[in-house]
């Protein structure tokens, strides 16, 4: 088996040393069920039935095709590739021509990974927009809830001080103007936080990401 073509199904062509060679859908076919069963003789009613399907063909169709094909494979081989065996049927010769079938399985498998990797993308995507959004919706309420403690505190009373408690590292803000240990009593020993006192008693804390009264 000296020679090796393709036999690509979705175009219905035979690829032959880079030639191509149109062949109809029902040669395909034929020459497919030939091809897997190479040393089988099968019959003309099997082969009209398997390569013509649901279909009244006439005798001769079967022959015709049979020749084309022949035609195209003496492209390369003087050697019978398709043997008739009188009142009974063909057969592809076992040391005939190699023939590997392309039914386009490879090329699905290919696209269908592209798109895999091409959509994968977008969930990591999605999630970082999602915090990002989470993030800045939170920043933008702190900001608002400090603008408006600010400017009750301002309404209030002008006698706003702040300072750093060096326990909590907190920022506290008050407009208590008495002794600084009167402005911290009675506040919660919370970290990292800004604390909003006023002379009522009123508290707010605030954290990075929510603001609550106390």
Request: aromatic share 8%.
């Amino acid at each position: 088996m000296s020679h090796c073509v393709i036999l690509n199904k979705l175009e219905s062509v035979l690829i032959i040393g880079g030639n191509r060679y149109a062949l109809s859908k029902n040669e395909v076919l034929l020459l497919e069920c030939l091809y897997l069963r190479a040393g089988d003789v099968i019959s003309h009613d099997e082969l009209l039935a398997t390569c013509w399907p649901d279909r009244v063909v006439s005798p001769i169709s079967l022959p015709v095709a049979i020749k084309h094909i022949r035609d195209v494979f003496r492209k390369i081989t003087r050697s019978e590739v398709i043997k008739t065996y009188k009142n009974e049927g063909y057969s592809y010769q076992n040391d005939s021509v190699l023939i590997i079938i392309d039914d386009g399985s490879a090329e699905k498998e290919s696209h269908s990974a592209a798109y895999t990797r091409k959509e994968k993308p977008d969930i990591p995507i999605k999630h970082v927009e999602l915090r990002i959004l989470s993030h800045l919706n939170s920043t933008f309420f702190i900001a608002i809830m400090m603008i408006i403690i600010i400017i009750f505190f301002m309404v209030g009373d002008n006698n706003i001080i702040s300072f750093v408690d060096s326990d909590t590292n907190s920022i506290i803000i008050t407009n208590i103007t008495t002794k600084m240990n009167s402005a911290t009593a009675g506040l919660p020993k919370v970290k990292n936080s800004m604390i909003f006192k006023d002379d009522f008693g009123l508290v707010i804390i605030c954290d990075k990401s929510e603001c609550k009264q106390q």
